[in-house]
């Protein structure tokens, strides 16, 4: 992972940041910010000497945006966040049951009112579109926008008065919504189109035979890459496409890439016990990636309906989240943990207890200096002695 490979050297008299390429600078500058501090009124970079790079090449954050919709000033909070931590994807979930929330000029019937259960008329206009692109781009993030079908198409089906995926119209409507999504940003700022693909368990969820197939094609001749939810529907003639593990079920498709999000549902996570389960997590059962382990993308499932769009900062552990899983897809977990420590911690004679504890003071003094305002719902645990009573 050449490319967002950096190294840094403070001393006495400078600060020397070198990388291959703009993307490596960046995530350096990211590195200053956090070594920077105010003292007496002066402000000091701790000096060091650094050579980084990434243990996988995708580190990712998924937001849902179907089932509640979240404004673009509250996307690009994330965003920025995502930054500051040297995530570089951003899988947005853009259709669901309860809406479909990107504009098509040449379908407008699918983001009309009537078509949404929850938070109706909320969609994202193809310029509000365009704009959380390139504000990824600029900060060398890679947006990827899903439309999760067959399944999970309450919203499309009501748009077009169509009763089932199986319905002969819907072939024709989704080449179209592919192309007209692929026609607003260039392969090279998007180069991923995700089709879902997952829990289709009503018949009028089922694909008519070769509907599938034929929207991966079309990706790909877009010059996209699909990716698709596993578990998930079999398409055939689908060779190429990288799989997103969902379920403790799923498996790595032979010879496929792969992203790992199966341990990482931000909505699932008690606060204290999903910040220390992410910690011990193995990415793709690995320490780094691969030819075919590509890395994770922790996931926000905003399942329940809320009536402010915050909510969701503050109902789930968002951003202690991030930046745990920040940590761990930078770093790689080098230690055999296997699911011993997703519900406990390691006993406090282990060492990984003692190495938990020293990520644990940083991860309360960045919550404590970087996020006064925003909910961080976290608080430091190691030295609590509980008695079951």
């Not at 398409?235 to 199966?262: A, C, F, M, N, V």
Request: hydrophobic share 35%.
């Amino acid at each position: 992972n050449a490319d967002e490979a950096y190294s840094l050297t403070v001393d006495a008299d400078s600060v020397i940041l070198k990388a291959k390429t703009r993307k490596g600078l960046f995530r350096g500058m990211q590195t200053i910010k956090q070594l920077t501090f105010i003292e007496n009124g002066q402000q000091f970079i701790a000096g060091c000497e650094i050579t980084d790079w990434p243990s996988f090449q995708i580190r990712g954050f998924m937001q849902d945006v179907g089932r509640n919709f979240m404004s673009l000033p509250l996307l690009k909070e994330q965003i920025e966040v995502m930054a500051s931590y040297k995530f570089n994807t951003f899988h947005l979930h853009l259709t669901d049951n309860p809406g479909w929330r990107l504009e098509s000029r040449k379908y407008p019937q699918l983001t009309a009112a009537s078509s949404m259960t929850r938070w109706p008329g909320k969609y994202y206009t193809q310029e509000d579109f365009l704009d959380l692109v390139s504000y990824c781009n600029d900060r060398f993030i890679t947006l990827i926008p899903e439309l999760d079908i067959p399944g999970h198409c309450e919203a499309f089906r009501k748009a077009f008065a169509i009763d089932s995926m199986s319905d002969q119209r819907v072939k024709p409507i989704l080449l179209d919504l592919i192309d007209e999504l692929c026609n607003l940003v260039p392969k090279e700022k998007m180069p991923f189109i995700h089709l879902g693909t997952d829990e289709v368990w009503a018949k009028n969820e089922r694909p008519a035979p070769g509907l599938l197939d034929a929207l991966v094609e079309r990706v790909k001749q877009n010059g996209r890459e699909v990716i698709v939810w596993r578990p998930g529907q079999q398409i055939d003639t689908d060779k190429t496409s990288i799989t997103q593990l969902w379920s403790s079920g799923g498996k790595p498709k032979e010879g496929h890439r792969y992203l790992d999000s199966r341990l990482n549902y931000l909505n699932h996570l008690d606060p204290l016990a999903g910040v220390a389960q992410l910690y011990f997590d193995r990415i793709c059962g690995s320490s780094h990636g691969d030819s075919l382990r590509m890395g994770g993308i922790l996931c926000c499932w905003n399942d329940n309906n809320v009536n402010d769009e915050y909510d969701i900062l503050r109902q789930n552990p968002v951003y202690p989240g991030m930046l745990t899983y920040s940590e761990t897809s930078w770093k790689g977990l080098t230690t055999e943990t296997g699911d011993q420590y997703l519900a406990k911690l390691p006993s406090s004679e282990n060492s990984l207890f003692a190495e938990f504890q020293e990520f644990e003071g940083r991860l309360v003094q960045h919550r404590d200096h970087y996020f006064q305002g925003k909910p961080f719902p976290y608080v430091r645990q190691t030295a609590i002695q509980w008695e079951i009573v």
